[in-house]
């Protein structure tokens, strides 16, 4: 089966760092997402990791590990539009999409 | 750069009524996702398909089914329509590369 770990809630301030850790134990593993969610809106891509290591893209910045099955989301320069639910997901050999719970960050001035 | 586009993006609907929904994936993309998500939940996998056929099935229901045409469009057909069918639903597309896009999702109400 598939178990996808990540806190429920979080709160920083602007202009703070925030890490959004996920913890994952799959059958299969082709790849981990960070996806962001505003309220009632689509899921938007945010990364992808496949191999050992950090990918950064701009204020954002994702790591995986695979041997201890973790990631993180980092966010940098929080800015209140990052306000969000932030999903992680796992695919398996077949590609097919385990999502997490999500984590609910909510960033205050 | 064209999105996935879903349709309607809002729908009414009473119990025991029909429902049709259209996702259009990006342009050259051959796989389609559907997803149920609701209130405060993880979007839940439905079914998806690849090249016009059936590729995985998650939590649909017997009363959903959905195709892939020949344009790579596909509809969710959901009928006997119940209360707790009222969610959000997302269509993903993906093509060669690993990331799947969401369309901006259809919310029905089935009242």
């Known amino acids: 089966g598939q178990n996808i770990d990540q806190p429920t809630e979080m709160t920083a301030t602007e202009g703070a760092i925030v890490q959004i850790n996920c913890t994952y134990q799959?059958?299969?593993?082709?790849?981990l997402f960070w996806y962001q969610q505003h309220a009632g809106e689509a899921p938007t891509f945010l990364s992808y990791n496949v191999l050992d290591g950090l990918e950064e893209k701009g204020r954002f910045s994702s790591f995986l590990s695979r041997s201890k099955g973790y990631s993180y989301l980092l966010l940098k320069e929080l800015q209140m539009k990052d306000s969000a639910s932030y999903l992680c997901a796992v695919t398996d050999n077949f590609n097919k999409f385990y999502f997490g719970s999500g984590t609910k960050l909510n960033v205050k001035p | 750069a064209a999105g996935v586009i879903q349709s309607p993006r809002h729908l009414i609907k009473e119990k025991r009524e029909t429902a049709t929904l259209k996702c259009y994936p990006i342009?050259?993309?051959?796989?389609v996702y559907w997803y149920q998500q609701g209130p405060g939940q993880d979007p839940q996998f439905l079914i998806s398909f690849y090249e016009k056929m059936q590729s995985d099935k998650g939590s649909i229901p017997d009363r959903f089914s959905a195709q892939q045409f020949s344009d790579y469009h596909s509809e969710l057909n959901m009928s006997s329509l119940e209360l707790g069918d009222s969610a959000l639903y997302f269509c993903?597309?993906?093509?060669?590369?690993?990331?799947?896009?969401f369309g901006p999702g259809t919310r029905l109400l089935v009242l």
């Open positions: 799959t059958s299969g593993f082709n790849g």
């Open positions: 342009p050259r993309h051959d796989t």
């Open positions: 993903a597309s993906r093509g060669t590369e690993e990331t799947q896009y």
